[in-house]
């Protein structure tokens, strides 16, 4: 069985959907689409920008958004997926990709929560770090006894977590990772404490904006963020993908589970190759690869 999955935020590049846009009259018009429903000429910035341009976040998450989608459209004639799942910011690609969403409705659903979790982080300040080598269960105790918000918000992979929450939590939770003999526990250039309860104004606000937007029936399941199982009924992706922003990234959780209903090859559709990487990790056993464009 094939699974599609869509990478999230820190993927960007520039001239990042450059290929498809020139290449294929299908993807030009969705990108010039895109100019119009976001209001501002983000191929600019994806194209010929800076990376400095990229990175601001009303920029990189549609950008990202974008180039995964549009992808997953010129591949229309490959093989079809047997479920699909986002990392994150990719969870929005994959409910396109298996026709959850509207391409128009999750481009702007992303814009919105690209501007509110922007907010979010001027509002309440927090960070993240990266926790290399400990168990998961070690992590969630540390996070557990520190005084303060911090919480397992990413499981990447096997040894392999990012914690997330208040600046001073997450630094002490980080001295004490390292006494507890994380390889390495190390604060992330981020502007926020993304995937904590320190997001919850943004969730709210993404909340509103998704209640009101359409859900269809997938074609195919998706592995929500949220629960890392197997999800068809719409009323169940929209309620899930609400609890996304606070809840944690369950990676290494959704894999095994794909791979326990069948996946046995993963296409990572999108910018970069940073899930096929953490695929292989949680299971060394499938087969990972980009998409074949013709």
Sequence with gaps: MNAYVFPGQGAQFVGMGLDLYESYPEAKAMFEAANGILGFPITETM???SAEGLKET????????LHSVIMGKVMGNAVAPDMVAGHSLGEFSA?????????????????????????ACEEVPGTMAAVLGLEDAVVEEICAATPGVVVAANYNCPGQLVISG????????????????????????????????????????LAAAIEATPFSRPNCPVYQNVTATA????????????????????????????????????????????????????????????????
Aim: with cysteine; proline share 5%.
């Design 231 to 294: 999800v068809r009924e719409a009323t169940e992706i929209q309620k899930n993908l609400m609890e996304q922003l606070t809840a944690p990234v369950r990676w290494t959780q959704s894999v095994r589970q794909m791979v326990s209903n069948g996946a046995q090859t993963f296409t990572e559709v999108g910018p970069g190759k940073v899930l096929q990487g953490l695929v292989r990790k949680i299971d060394a056993s499938v087969a990972t690869k980009s998409p074949e464009l013709s």
């Design 95 to 119: 409910l396109v990709a298996n026709g959850a969403l509207a391409f128009e409705d999750a481009l702007v659903l992303v814009s919105k929560r690209a501007l509110a979790m922007q907010r």
């Design 47 to 49: 194209f010929n920008g």
């Design 166 to 205: 208040a600046v001073d939590a997450v630094a002490a939770a980080c001295e004490s990772l390292k006494e507890a003999g994380a390889r390495r526990a190390l604060m992330l250039p981020v502007g926020g404490a993304f995937h904590s309860p320190l997001m919850e104004p943004a969730r709210e606000e």
């Design 58 to 65: 009303k920029v990189t998450q549609p950008a990202i958004f």
